[in-house]
């Protein structure tokens, strides 16, 4: 896939490439506008918000939101703000990648160059599980986490983060491998290596791009979750999507908007980041994910 | 073939087997051999038949579930795609700053949903939100109450929805405007077709892979939307946006009505496959015997 556009840049501005870049300009200002109305928001005081336009720059910039959404907005009957949920998101979303990233590159190495018979059809089921809506899932899955004794505890969101990411990852990395040289199995082979000294020695310091692409997309998708985290983390590990929810959802007393814009950026700034400094790395893992086996 | 022959693969397979097994085919038949029961705070095997079907069809609630998976699963998916085509053609008009407008249409879909909502819903506020900005702009005739309407809340989840996807169908669709051959394009200049005309005609069946994958990838989205119309308008106002993952949320985790929400669960899933067994059979089955000719 190249991104590159063909051909030498027009030189001379129609008036039909004026209408594009207007039209184009407004398109963008439409998917900024939500951005721009949370940044502003949170700058603002109470009495300004009420008063004054959504869309208006703060006539006076006020901190005040930002420390509160952090460490003091209520959720239920805790005033901690949205600290404590940060931290459980990263103590969520770190083992949860390392895990499923590691068991999906073994999945996708097996996969592509130890075929055994049946292992196609399992794969098949695996992708199969992609598609199934969480709520047929949860509730059993549930009851087997409950038997398993890790019910709502912090190594149970993650083997639950590790089940629904398998088959995604699964499948980009078997594409990739697959894509390899097979010469380079075989040379390998002859020259005696195993399963487990050529995934080790040849395998995965070949793995850096794709390796990039699924950690990507599984911090992104980790950190976004709601439903798992709420059902499977417990009251003690509730990922920071789930306190948003809580502080801006619960209001006790009047509602404060700036707070509750300021929670809102704080919750998206890792994907944010990880959004920004990665580029096009996250158009190659929407890309890979979007790629049929 | 003997069983330890490959083994190591066998065994570095085997989570990923063990888990398609009990969760993806597991769950699926207990929460279907659940649905067949009466349950209701826990899970009993007090077999009634259909009687929990029969149930929810009579449920005014899931009418309304049902019909708003429609609205939404048609606006959102016709939204993305028409949308997403169009900045993709936007972006591949060789203009200056691309990757920026790339990076502005895209933004939206690195954030959780709850976000989304949450920004929305504030967007949108009927007192301090755009409806207010208008009427401070003298449009005072200008009306965006949808949240507190009961027939229009949905598409406000609609827009809100369409905000955060278009971007991934623009990566999409930019993926394979940029594969087509530039002597396509050549011989449709020489040809004297419109820009437009092109497009719509010879351009967009030409990515019909992308555009099938798109719809798939987002229909399977659609029927587990949960978490942004838990964030933009709790299923409200009264029970106007629930769905049908809501409504199997809530009769598992708040009104304790098992039986229902196994029954609710067990139809989504069906409604998935019958949207993914087209086009399953499409790719993986028609597809392998073409090229097998």
């Not at chain 2, 719809?215 to 949960?226: E, H, N, P």
């Not at chain 2, 998935?272 to 499409?282: E, R």
């Amino acid at each position: 896939m190249s991104t590159i556009p063909k051909g030498p840049r027009p030189k001379h501005l129609t008036v039909g490439r004026i209408g594009l870049y207007c039209f184009i300009i407004m398109c963008a200002l439409f998917f900024l506008m939500p951005l721009y109305v949370m940044i502003i928001t949170s700058l603002k005081d109470m009495d300004e918000i009420r008063a004054a336009n959504i869309l208006n720059l703060p006539k006076e910039l006020s901190f005040y939101a930002w420390p509160k959404a952090w460490s003091q907005a209520c959720t239920g009957f805790v005033c901690e703000g949205l600290k404590p949920g940060f931290f459980n998101s990263i103590k969520i979303t770190v083992p949860s990648v390392i895990v499923s990233v590691a068991l999906s590159a073994l999945n996708g190495y097996a996969l592509a160059f130890w075929r055994f018979k049946g292992a196609y059809f399992f794969f098949g089921l695996c992708m199969f599980g992609a598609f199934i809506p969480y709520q047929v899932m949860v509730y059993p899955l549930l009851k087997i986490e409950d038997f398993l004794g890790i019910y709502s505890s912090l190594p149970g969101i993650i083997l639950v983060h590790t089940i629904f990411g398998m088959p995604i990852l699964t499948l980009i990395f078997r594409n990739f491998y697959s894509s390899l040289p097979i010469d380079l199995f075989k040379a390998a082979r002859i020259d005696g290596g195993n399963f487990i000294k050529i995934f080790f020695y040849v395998i995965i310091p070949m793995s850096t791009p794709i390796t990039i692409v699924a950690v990507i997309l599984q911090v992104t998708g980790i950190w976004n979750d709601f439903l798992l985290g709420l059902v499977f983390a417990g009251r003690d590990n509730q990922p920071m999507t789930v306190q948003l929810n809580n502080i801006v959802q619960v209001d006790y007393g009047v509602a404060e908007y700036n707070v509750d814009m300021s929670a809102t950026i704080l919750t998206s700034l890792v994907p944010l980041f990880v959004y920004f400094i990665s580029g096009r790395w996250f158009v190659r893992g929407i890309a890979a994910g979007a790629i049929k086996g | 073939m003997p069983f330890y022959r490959n083994i190591a693969a066998k065994i570095a397979l085997l989570p990923m087997i063990v888990i398609s097994l009990t969760v993806f085919v597991g769950c699926i038949i207990y929460s279907f051999v659940y649905s067949l029961t009466n349950s209701k705070l826990v899970p009993v095997m007090n077999y009634v038949g259909f009687d929990q079907y029969e149930r929810l069809f009579k449920q005014r609630k899931w009418d309304v579930a049902v019909e708003n998976i429609f609205i939404y699963g048609f606006v959102f998916t016709i939204g993305c795609l028409i949308i997403g085509f169009l900045l993709s053609v936007l972006i591949d008009q060789k203009i200056r700053g691309e990757s920026l407008f790339r990076t502005i249409f895209l933004y939206p879909y690195a954030m959780s949903f709850v976000v989304t909502g949450l920004v929305w819903k504030w967007v949108l506020n009927p007192t301090f939100g755009l409806e207010n900005s208008m009427h401070m702009w003298g449009m005072t005739w200008f009306e965006l109450d949808w949240l507190v309407n009961r027939d229009l809340a949905i598409y406000a989840v609609c827009i809100a929805a369409v905000w955060q996807g278009a971007g991934f169908v623009m990566v999409l669709m930019l993926a394979g405007l940029r594969g087509i051959d530039e002597d396509i394009w050549k011989s449709l200049s020489i040809e004297g077709v419109a820009k437009w005309k092109s497009y719509i005609f010879v351009i967009l069946p030409m990515l019909r892979p992308m555009v099938v994958t798109a719809i798939v990838l987002i229909a399977a989205g659609v029927v587990k939307v949960y978490d942004l119309i838990l964030a933009l308008t709790s299923g409200g106002p009264g029970y106007a946006t629930t769905t049908p993952a809501m409504y199997v949320m809530e009769n598992f985790f708040s009104r304790a009505n098992l039986g229902q929400a196994f029954a609710a669960s067990i139809i989504m899933f069906i409604s998935v496959v019958c949207i993914l067994a087209p086009w399953a059979f499409y790719e993986f089955y028609l597809r392998n015997k073409y090229a097998n000719n």
